[in-house]
């Protein structure tokens, strides 16, 4: 490339005579590019035993990976803040500009709403293209749109490439947002047909998808979804790249051609592309509204979660609900109160000054300070250490404010969204013993004495998606049900469970059988029994006494005497079916 900056395209115009380019990128040519950062962590339960035995191997378990977190968040926006005199100056001799700008705004709304209700008034047939004095009445509209773009500031759009002939790619590719019901299975199937109907018909015109699904901070690709890739067709991302066909003559898996398609456009806007997907902003509103300290922490990178598990995002929403009942910002604040800052309120920017100042000495440890502390300025971080320091500082000399400041940086990056062993007790009524701590061993993978949501959500899909997990509900059900009622009482529970937990007291077999009763009847049916182990799939290891016959040594042996291999293959088959079906 001759011009080596971040302006310069990395994919240059096409000339307009030669042919257009049909670009086929293989699989093995591209790899999803993420950062991610080593997670440190203080364990803070040394006397923790931290086996390595696998409580699931009796599901055919073989033990628990999770990635590494990424350490970008594709929904932030860092805006400057306006503050200081210079900036009140501008907004004053910009006003006058801004007020016409919103006068174009209103008027070129108002323009092509009536165009657009003119348009497509006594229209019908949806199945067909628009007449052409409606197609022709719709560029009044197409022109009000450009104008309200001009009154946003973009006043020249630059087109680089040349649009392929629709024969050659009836799809347009781009990186935001398409409004599509994507809870309703009947919703995305049909937008789907859709998709394919019109791409196949040359009456209509090129179909223009957004498959991102959401709108991001545009400094990262997100994960596609697949609704523009299902028909087949030859796709031409926005920019008018070159063209992109599915391999092996339209046969190809749609997760690998929008994989190949997002890999493109990355290269040509010089972005990383991550796994995250709409499933993590769920998840991040989720967090905010729960109001957690640092609600990005929560984000899993859902499109890897949902290929590895074929979980769906509401399901990820409510293993965080479940995971937030566990105080996961507990060591947070416990080390507020070490610092002792909850007497009276001042604001943190009328004390950085002196920090500051303090740390122009020389002192070894006072310039590092100082450097972290001008950068914490510099990265807009001001505002949230506003909200995570909201507290009094007028007791403390600029040495004791630097070192706090320090500290509570480092609590807010490696403490901050974390679980620990007691916590997690808790929120499962249950009582440390050697299962136990081998449960949360399992989902301790970096052993540091806590886990954070996305390793909770891995090793809870992990279980879940075992081939022999539906069958262990309902042997472990059966096996409960020592009178045959088809339903469990209190002490045909505790008689179980008390085989992996024997010293459980009775205080604690009836929290813990309130998690199964879930409509406070007194006795749990079959159906609540396996829509609670679905909830909380660890909880599926309480019963494997009752699983696993001693004298089994090969991994499933157990349940596969009880139930029959047919039946295991039959519900795995069932398992993959839905998996297609999400």
Request: net charge neutral.
């Amino acid at each position: 490339m001759a011009n080596n900056d971040l302006k310069s395209p990395l994919l240059p115009s096409q000339p307009s005579d030669p042919p257009h380019l049909i670009l086929t990128v293989h699989e093995s040519d591209y790899s999803i590019q993420q950062s991610s950062n080593n997670n440190h962590s203080l364990n803070p339960n040394p006397n923790l035993n931290t086996s390595s035995r696998n409580p699931f191997e009796f599901l055919g378990s073989d033990g628990l990976s999770v990635s590494a977190p990424s350490t970008l968040d594709p929904f932030r926006n860092d805006t400057p803040t306006i503050e200081g005199l210079y900036e009140l100056i501008k907004i004053v001799i910009c006003l006058p500009i801004a007020i016409a700008r919103l006068v174009l705004f209103g008027v070129c709304l108002v323009i092509g709403y009536v165009a657009t209700k003119i348009a497509l008034h006594g229209w019908k047939d949806k199945h067909n293209p628009m007449s052409k004095w409606r197609s022709r009445l719709m560029w009044v509209t197409r022109v009000s749109a450009r104008c309200i773009l001009f009154s946003f500031g973009y006043h020249w759009i630059k087109r680089k490439g040349k649009l392929a002939p629709r024969e050659i790619a009836p799809i347009v590719v781009s990186n935001h947002v398409i409004y599509v019901d994507r809870f309703s299975p009947s919703s995305r199937k049909h937008a789907v047909n859709e998709i394919k109907r019109k791409a196949s018909c040359d009456r209509f015109p090129r179909v223009l998808l957004f498959p991102e699904g959401t709108t991001t901070n545009g400094k990262v690709l997100i994960s596609f979804q697949l609704g523009a890739f299902i028909p087949g067709y030859a796709i031409q991302p926005v920019e008018y790249l070159p063209i992109i066909s599915p391999l092996d003559n339209c046969k190809e898996n749609p997760s690998h051609f929008a994989k190949r398609t997002g890999h493109a456009i990355a290269s040509a806007l010089n972005v990383v592309q991550t796994y995250h997907s709409y499933g993590d902003l769920m998840l991040l509103m989720k967090a905010s509204e729960l109001k957690q300290e640092k609600p990005s922490s929560y984000m899993v990178e859902m499109a890897k979660v949902e290929s590895l598990f074929h979980i769906s995002s509401l399901e990820a929403v409510d293993f965080l609900q479940k995971f937030l009942s566990m105080n996961p910002d507990a060591r947070l604040l416990s080390s507020y109160g070490l610092l002792n800052w909850y007497h009276g309120r001042k604001n943190l920017k009328t004390v950085l000054p002196s920090a500051f100042n303090y740390c122009n000495y020389s002192t070894p440890w006072q310039a590092p300070a100082g450097g972290i502390l001008a950068s914490l300025e510099l990265s807009g971080e001001t505002e949230d250490c506003q909200a995570l320091f909201n507290c009094s500082l007028t007791c403390l000399d600029p040495a004791s404010l630097c070192f706090s400041i320090l500290f509570l940086l480092f609590v807010k990056k490696f403490l901050c969204g974390r679980v620990e062993f007691h916590d997690f007790l808790r929120a499962f009524r249950l009582r440390s013993c050697t299962l136990t701590e081998e449960l949360f061993g399992f989902l301790d993978v970096e052993k540091s004495g806590s886990i954070t949501f996305k390793q909770y959500l891995y090793g809870s899909a992990h279980v879940m998606k075992r081939p022999l997990f539906r069958q262990a509900c309902e042997l472990a059900f059966t096996e409960c049900d020592a009178g045959g009622h088809n339903q469990i009482s209190e002490q045909e529970l505790g008689d179980t469970i008390r085989l992996a937990i024997p010293d459980l007291d009775g205080d604690e077999l009836h929290e813990l059988f309130n998690i199964f009763d879930t409509d406070g009847d007194g006795f749990v049916r079959k159906d609540n029994f396996i829509s609670c182990l679905r909830r909380n799939p660890l909880l599926i290891a309480l019963f494997t006494p009752c699983l696993v016959h001693k004298d089994s040594s090969k991994v499933g042996h157990g349940i596969l005497e009880e139930i029959g291999v047919d039946t295991v293959v039959g519900f795995d088959e069932l398992d993959k079916r839905e998996s297609i079906d999400e």
